[in-house]
DNA sequence: TTGAAAGCGCTAACAT
DNA sequence: ATGTTAGCGCTTTCAA
């Protein structure tokens, strides 16, 4: 059996109360028998017992992290903001992956309150679950913060990259390069791909540069394949497209892009330009190296996680929303339009 | 307030033991009464407390995998094999990064067990770890499984890959391609590396090709900078090295060289040739495509996840080893010695 | 088939 | 400054 609170408080002859105390200095305990209780618990190699002790607190330092997908180094380094923000403060962290499934994102942000955490963020939280009342009703008996949600709940703290103003500097930066035929490539079911679609379609409309047929979904945007579907979707397209650049919702589906070019043997930039979006690691390695909108991945994190404590701390009474700024990347993947 | 078990017994006019009975199922209950009881839960919209229930019970379903980093995405894969295997039998995962720091990682271990969470896997647990008693004392007291390790504790269940075999398969490929100039590139702080240099060493030395120069250590190999770490250190060495080929403790190491050798106008294969180790999705992106040892890593983890869950369920009686094998991945980075 | 009650390890209000 | 004790929500033995 383990050390419990009852052995220490036996053998140094003291009540559990003070031990208790001792052990969260939260009370005042005599110095004498502080250091009696000290040499107990180091003797018996005492570890208080969390579970218990957040039970009987009826709260938890643990907060859930949901992300839509491990196979996109974004969520890596989101993860990497939260994680080091949180284990400053003693957190711990229970991370769960919804594969962009709107039902194993409900189960995940269930199984979290059924374990009483005492706050979730949710990454690119699923539009479908946005749609209807779920999270207003989570929101309500828990902590929640979204990371690149677009929609506004009253209750639900928000730190988003500006996606609106980021499409629009890379769309613009192509236009910038007499580009008019620009493909649009997007994924499913977050918020993101929506509000770059709207200033794609914004923008070209207002120019006359908009065809329906220059939008493309290529499903997941964020599973281990999405490289090479969206090759595959480029690879039927292009060839039959008088489209002179691309503009993608994500690193990995340009990353398919440039593949497809590749096969196709179209020069980057020469005959095709490419943008990006997140400005992830590989965006460097390949080959151009990617223009791309950078999205402060790790800031995206952490902020969440402060805000999050914020909304633990006032119990569930503070809502924020951060907006954090993107900037363009230039490399290698864009050139003037020849045609 | 939560609804808890009182408010359905209640309600239901039944004892909370019968509700209990109800929600697990595990002893007999009167059809009419279950019905009763279930209507009742599901007008309450009571969820059980599983932090009251896994105090109660003194276990927990949690599981905690410790990584050094996650911006290598061969943890990311890694950790998905996990996740997959674990949320299909209802586990909960908490995730802590130990930054490839020894002090860390025992951190993150003590912080597991203080939450009693059901076992614990480790990914390339830090070898200061490794050579003290440690993970002995901690694998007595909660089921311990470690990923790519290859130190033998009698109560720990390991899942690796043979990277024995799996060195000796590139060094050898290269051998076989007349190099015999080969640098060995590694990193810091895991068995991993240890094993490789052994197999690197022992080639080398049979041969008589081996050179104390050509051996490598760049520092962290899974951080955020090992790729241009990797790039800088080679940057300096290889224009005064008669190398004629590289191998790469893994894939991170390999995409900065080869990123070196763009700065210095090296053709690859032509005049190096570099094998890398994991074959993470960046492997196949980078230009050229390299060629590289592949780890499952998806099998590493759900592997893990399996062995965890039967030491689990043995009350940490039963003890595995799993050695998986690898296979070298041919792709463009390495030719035939042109010297 | 059901209910009563002990107890899991700890905290915190109350008493001394 | 310290001890006593009532719970936290649930499971599980024991009795009925």
Redesign the pocket.
């Known amino acids: 059996?383990?050390?419990?609170?009852?052995?220490?408080?036996k053998k140094a002859?003291?009540?559990?109360?003070?031990?208790?105390?001792v052990?969260?200095g939260?009370?005042?305990?005599?110095?004498?028998?502080?250091e009696k209780v000290l040499a107990v618990i180091r003797s018996l190699k005492?570890?208080?017992?969390?579970?218990?002790?957040?039970?009987?607190?009826?709260k938890s330092t643990i907060v859930g992290v949901v992300v839509p997908s491990i196979y996109n180094m974004f969520f890596a380094e989101v993860m990497n903001g939260v994680e080091e923000h949180f284990t400053n403060e003693s957190y711990s962290l229970m991370l769960c992956c919804s594969k962009n499934d709107s039902k194993l994102e409900m189960r995940c942000i269930n199984d979290f309150m059924a374990r009483n955490v005492s706050g979730i963020i949710v990454v690119s939280p699923h539009t479908e679950n946005l749609q209807n009342t779920f999270y207003e009703r989570i929101a309500r008996q828990i902590p929640l913060v979204f990371i690149n949600s677009y929609e506004k709940h009253p209750n639900i703290s928000y730190v988003s990259n500006d996606q609106d103003a980021g499409a629009r500097l890379a769309i613009n930066y192509l236009l910038e390069h007499k580009h008019r035929d620009i493909l649009f490539i997007r994924g499913e079911h977050s918020d993101s791909y929506d509000i770059k679609e709207q200033a794609y379609v914004d923008i070209m409309k207002r120019r006359h540069y908009f065809h329906e047929k220059h939008m493309i979904n290529i499903g997941d945007g964020n599973s281990n394949e999405t490289v090479d579907n969206t090759m595959q979707k480029v690879l039927e397209i292009l060839p039959s497209s008088e489209a002179t650049a691309v503009f993608a919702c994500n690193d990995l589906m340009a990353a398919g892009v440039v593949n497809a070019c590749k096969k196709l043997n179209i020069a980057i930039p020469e005959e095709l330009s490419i943008v990006g979006y997140d400005n992830i690691a590989l965006s460097r390695f390949i080959e151009p190296k990617l223009t791309t909108v950078e999205q402060n991945m790790f800031l995206l994190g952490s902020q969440a996680a402060q805000l999050l404590l914020e909304k633990i701390n006032s119990d569930n009474q503070s809502s924020k929303r951060i907006m954090l700024e993107n900037s363009l990347v230039e490399r290698e993947s864009v050139g003037v339009c020849s045609r």
Chains 1, 2 share one sequence.
């Not at 059996?1 to 408080?9: C, F, G, N, Q, S």
């Not at 939260?26 to 502080?34: D, I």
Request: proline letters at 5%; aromatic letters at 8%; hydrophobic letters at 40%.
């Open positions: 059996m383990k050390t419990t609170i009852v052995d220490v408080a002859k003291v009540s559990i109360a003070t031990v208790s105390r052990i969260n939260n009370y005042p305990v005599k110095e004498a028998t502080r005492y570890v208080p017992n969390m579970q218990a002790r957040e039970f009987n607190r009826q």
